[in-house]
């Protein structure tokens, strides 16, 4: 059975051969096949969760994947991509508590955030995020980490990143281009590192704090 890819695969290699490392990783270790929609992987994991591992693939999402269980992990490598067939809206919508996705490459066409959560304790760590409309909006989580995530091509709406109310976040080493960080008022307890975000990084004095970043960043 031959599995039909867009175009963008073949732009960036995605559905390359197995390399001999993923071969034998394979063993133990399978990835997903990527015949199969991401939402359908994550909606056969057990109830307490569960890791959904990608290969050198092109995986789909057809419309917006909801991730309402806790403790679900989504895993790539350098050469992982995920898209929406429907070309539009927000790739993943997380409301369960400790989410993590890293090591992928996600290409939505539209102007909404490519990933929206509000469970707790969320990570996104080496991410790279491709003609999306913003990266990650956070609202009314707490303990958020965003870490050595970059963007290519971004057309953001508002911001780039965007905390609502949320606490203990840490948004660090991160390489934003296209559009700004932002925290509202009720964010407190967060803290901005090492980022490099030319467009600039704002968020309420007080408890939040920032260190180590290129680009203005604006105290209110």
Sequence with gaps: ??????GI????????????????RQIEDPVLDPRIPIEQAVSNLPLDGGVV?????????NGTVPIARNNVSILGNSRTLITNTLSTGTLLNVTGD?????????????????IKISGERA???????????????VDGSDYFLMKCCRTVTANPATYLVELKASSFAIIMGNITIGGSIYADDPTSRSTFVGNVCPSGISYKGGTNSNAGNVGTVTVR
């Design 53 to 61: 591992r990608l290969g050198s693939h092109t995986y789909y999402c």
């Design 123 to 137: 990570k996104v760590t080496d991410v790279v995020f491709e003609n999306v409309g913003g990266l990650v909006e």
């Design 1 to 6: 059975m031959n599995f039909s890819t867009i």
């Design 98 to 114: 400790d989410f993590t996705i890293s090591n992928v490459r996600l290409f939505d066409a539209s102007t909404a955030y490519a």
């Design 9 to 24: 695969s073949s732009v960036y290699g995605i559905n390359d051969a197995y390399t001999q490392d993923e071969i034998l």
